[in-house]
Structures are given as C-alpha cells and as structure tokens.
C-alpha cells in the first residue's frame, strides 16, 4: 500500500466530475487500499478519488468509533434522502484546519459497488449521512466550502493559497 498526496483547495482538478468504474479489478482494489491508508494517516474519516487526482467515482470512509470499519463506495448513487435537513459543521482534507456548518439531508440511502464489486445499498444517518453527502459532492467536482458565503469562500481560498507559499518558501 502506498500514501497518496492529497489536493488542496482551490486546486482547479478539485473541481473535475468523476467518471465511473468500469470494472472493481486489481488497479481498483488497489486505489481503495491505498485511499483508506491515506485517510487513516490523514486523521479524516472520508476520502473521494477525486482528493487524491484520480477522476474515478471511488469514496472510502469510516465514522466508527473505532476506525477499524472501513465504508467502499464505488459509483454510489443516493437513492433516497430525508426532506428534513440538519446543519453540521464540516471539515475536509482537500481544505484544512477549516471548518464550517453545512446543510445536509438528515438521512441518506446510497446504492453502490463494494471493494468485492458487489452491489449493496445502505443508509445512513448522523456523521455517516454527512459523510457520504460530502464525498459525494467531491466527486461531482464540488468542495464543501462552495456552500458558504463567497466572503468566506474567499478567504478561505486566499487563506489557502497563502499558506501553499509558505509551505513552498525556504526556511
């Protein structure tokens, strides 16, 4: 298994649509290894391909309290959401040390392929809901943070920006 490096915003390849998998093969099941390493070595508790500049429409993640139950999604698709809504604050890899309250369907269904390729539907709801949502967008080529005010996308982009200079910059 391998570390991969993970996007940060505002990253333009953030913003690519991933195209579906068609067939969960070895170089797949290798991807999703390497993507649910990285997620655990990244502290998050979900990863989109797209994160790692792989357009595929592969999530994995885990909201166990014991980070042991890695969750695969490949191609997921929602069958179902609540009509209520709830509004959480979120946080992402692709942007961080950012968070802010986002709102999402309080429950979801999902139907999607399993690291065996078998088709299995799900639902969900809590950090699990909100998790799957959130992947989901990155895979529509949507970051989280599109969703607040374009005063706080803002800086947040120059934030970002910023802090990708100095991390470039000497010592």
């Given at each position: 298994?391998?570390?991969?490096s993970?996007?940060?915003?505002?990253?333009p390849?953030?913003?690519?649509?991933?195209?579906?998998?068609?067939?969960?093969?070895?170089r797949?099941?290798?991807?999703v290894?390497?993507?649910?390493?990285?997620?655990?070595?990244?502290?998050?508790?979900?990863?989109?391909?797209?994160?790692?500049?792989v357009?595929e429409?592969?999530?994995?993640m885990?909201t166990?309290?014991?980070?042991?139950?890695?969750?695969?999604?490949?191609?997921?698709e929602?069958?179902?959401?609540?009509?209520?809504m709830?509004?959480?604050?979120?946080?992402?890899?692709?942007?961080?040390?950012?968070?802010?309250?986002?709102?999402?369907?309080?429950?979801?269904a999902?139907?999607?392929l399993?690291?065996?390729?078998q088709?299995?539907?799900?639902?969900?709801?809590g950090?699990?809901?909100?998790?799957i949502?959130?992947?989901?967008?990155h895979l529509?080529?949507?970051?989280?943070?599109e969703?607040l005010?374009?005063?706080?996308r803002?800086?947040?982009?120059?934030?970002?920006?910023?802090?990708a200079?100095?991390?470039?910059?000497?010592?």
């Amino acid at each position: 298994m391998a570390l991969l490096s993970i996007l940060r915003y505002p990253d333009p390849r953030l913003h690519t649509v991933a195209r579906p998998v068609d067939q969960v093969d070895d170089r797949i099941r290798r991807l999703v290894d390497d993507m649910v390493e990285t997620m655990y070595e990244a502290e998050g508790v979900g990863l989109a391909a797209t994160q790692v500049d792989v357009h595929e429409r592969v999530i994995v993640m885990d909201t166990s309290d014991s980070r042991d139950k890695p969750l695969v999604l490949i191609n997921p698709e929602l069958v179902a959401r609540s009509e209520d809504m709830n509004q959480v604050e979120e946080g992402c890899l692709s942007v961080p040390t950012i968070y802010d309250k986002v709102r999402r369907h309080a429950r979801v269904a999902v139907r999607a392929l399993g690291r065996d390729g078998q088709v299995f539907e799900r639902e969900a709801s809590g950090l699990t809901s909100v998790c799957i949502q959130h992947e989901m967008d990155h895979l529509m080529g949507k970051v989280f943070v599109e969703y607040l005010s374009p005063f706080k996308r803002d800086r947040i982009r120059s934030r970002m920006l910023k802090k990708a200079r100095e991390d470039k910059s000497p010592a």
